[in-house]
């Protein structure tokens, strides 16, 4: 279970309750609302990325804690979604108002990481090789065929590629797109453990 | 991506350049539209990739910097981006350095493009459009010059010419330069402009590389483009130096003609053409990834 401290302090836990409320009420069928949660936290991560947030996915759960226990608490709610997109927003402004309060905003955003550039740099092409080695051998040919090549040659490689796949340029951005998720999330995995190999 | 939409609603809203009201509302609909929210976060990746490339303007570098990449997910992105393109260079061929032409970054790309598009070079060159210019005089302006010369917001110029040659294929002079067929024969007061004619380019070789002379007298250069089958009754035009940085979008250009004559004339202010190596694209209406054709050409003046 989440456990989240509102701002104010006032600590409040998410119960098995709440959560099964807040599914239920994005879809009847457990399964579809399981996959609409993780849709919807997507989203609340990446609204706290582009807003700035330092730490988007706690910020993301404290709105789905507030969400699920409003819902708990009766509330009747018709789009969740639009529902949790006001409450993100209540969510960063005191945010944004706990930073002022306490000044902690820039140490935490522009602090550099304490590793050697260098060693950082290396480590991150080890993973990404090592993720690269992980993708089907068809995946990895036109993820690294499609960021090759620079400016206008490289948007004729794409064309070129998209041709030879038998696709739309769009459709093989779209695909592209998915293995570079797929492979960024992999690399993100393996250098928060202890060794990459 | 052939270009990136900076001046799009996703990427200004990533760039941080809504406003707050703007801003909010498309944050309530990325949270109601699952295809608008994944055409962001795909924004959001070009984005950064063209930022690890070098391939931003300053200002939208500077935009960048002080939003998506101040964050610890923002700098985990670039690294990974940085990374990403290390890779892929790694795996890219380079051409051989003995074949490489001399004259410049365009050049390089074209000799890139060559291996696979030589079987396809004479075709090309059989088809393509034969270019002309010629001047304007008083009192011809064309209704489509008009729409055009107003899309742009730009002064206009006093006098635009009548209906423009039709598309003839015939074969282009040597190295594609276009030159004028007939001397300035106009008083200093009036206004000029000069056409060129362009030919739908699927495929490209050095050799195709249309080399326009601009009359140190024109006020206006008028590219007419040549479409073969547009789904559309309307384009809109991106202008690009070859080196990618942006110079003016114009929309909702209308295809005029019909047939083989089907094409988009795009007027461009002379002051906005400093002889360099230029790329204009047609993109579908609402979608500036979806090119629909692409015309190369450099600039020189006479």
């Known amino acids: 279970m989440v456990e989240k401290t509102h701002s104010r302090g006032v600590r409040w836990r998410l119960s098995q309750t709440a959560f099964d409320a807040l599914l239920a009420s994005l879809d009847a069928d457990r399964v579809r ?11 609340l991560v990446k609204f706290f990325e582009w807003r700035g947030a330092v730490a988007p ?41 706990e930073r002022e309060r306490t000044g902690e905003l820039a140490a935490d955003v522009a602090a550099p990481s304490a590793a050697d550039p260098g060693d950082e740099e290396e480590l991150r092409l080890d993973a990404l090789e090592l993720c690269l080695g992980e993708l089907p051998g068809d995946h ?13 040659a490289k948007i004729d490689h794409r064309k070129e590629l998209a041709r030879r796949l038998g696709i739309e340029v769009n459709a093989l951005r779209i695909r592209v797109h998915r293995i570079r998720a797929r492979l960024e999330s992999c690399v993100k995995q393996r250098l928060k453990r202890p060794s990459t190999s | 991506v052939p270009y990136l939409r900076t001046n799009d609603e996703a990427m200004q809203f990533l760039l941080g350049k809504l406003t707050e009201e703007e801003r909010c509302a498309l944050e309530d609909r990325l ?17 950064v990739d063209a930022y690890a490339r070098g391939e931003l303007s300053s200002e939208d570098r500077e935009c960048l910097e002080a939003g998506l990449l101040a964050t610890p997910a923002g700098r985990e992105r670039l690294a990974f981006a940085r990374a990403l393109d290390a890779r892929a ?36 060159l059989a088809v393509a459009a034969a270019s002309a210019w010629y001047f304007s005089r008083p009192g011809e302006v064309a209704p489509e010059s008009t729409e055009i010369v107003a899309e742009d917001r730009s002064p206009a110029p ?28 106009r008083s200093p007061s009036r206004a000029r402009v000069a056409a060129f004619q362009f030919a739908p380019q699927t495929v490209r070789t050095i050799e195709e590389l249309r080399v326009i002379r601009v009359p140190s007298d024109a006020d206006t250069v008028r590219l007419v483009l040549g479409l073969e089958e547009p789904e559309r009754s309307r384009y809109s035009a991106v202008l ?19 047939g083989p004559r089907r ?12 002889p360099e190596e230029y790329v204009v694209a047609l993109t579908e209406p609402d979608d500036e990834s979806h090119v629909v054709a692409d015309y190369i050409f450099r600039v020189e003046r006479q």
Request: charged share 30%.
């Open chain 2, 89 to 124: 260079r790694r795996a890219r061929v380079e051409p051989r350095p003995e074949q490489t032409p001399a004259w410049g970054g365009l050049g390089a790309w074209l000799f890139a493009r060559r291996g696979w598009v030589a079987g396809a070079a004479a075709a090309t």
């Open chain 1, 57 to 97: 996915e706690d910020l993301a759960d404290e709105t789905l804690n507030r969400v699920a226990r409003k819902i708990e608490s009766g509330e009747e709610i018709r789009n969740v979604a639009a529902f949790c997109s006001g409450v993100a927003r209540l969510v960063w402004h005191e945010t944004l108002k």
């Open chain 2, 158 to 185: 006093e006098a635009v010419p009548s209906e423009p040659p039709p598309l003839v294929p015939t074969p282009p002079p040597s190295n594609d330069v276009e030159t004028p067929t007939r001397p300035p024969s």
């Open chain 1, 33 to 43: 609302a399981g996959e609409q949660y993780e849709r919807l936290r997507q989203k």
């Open chain 2, 263 to 274: 094409r988009v004339v795009l007027d461009l202010p002379v002051d906005r053409l400093p």
């Open chain 2, 240 to 258: 690009k130096t070859a080196a990618g940085e942006p110079v003016l979008r114009r929309d909702s250009l209308p295809v005029r003609g019909d």
């Open chain 1, 140 to 152: 990895r040919a036109i993820v690294l065929e499609y960021y090759a090549g620079e400016r206008r």
């Open chain 2, 31 to 47: 949270f109601a539209d699952d295809d608008l929210f994944d055409r962001v976060v795909m924004a959001e990746a070009d984005l």
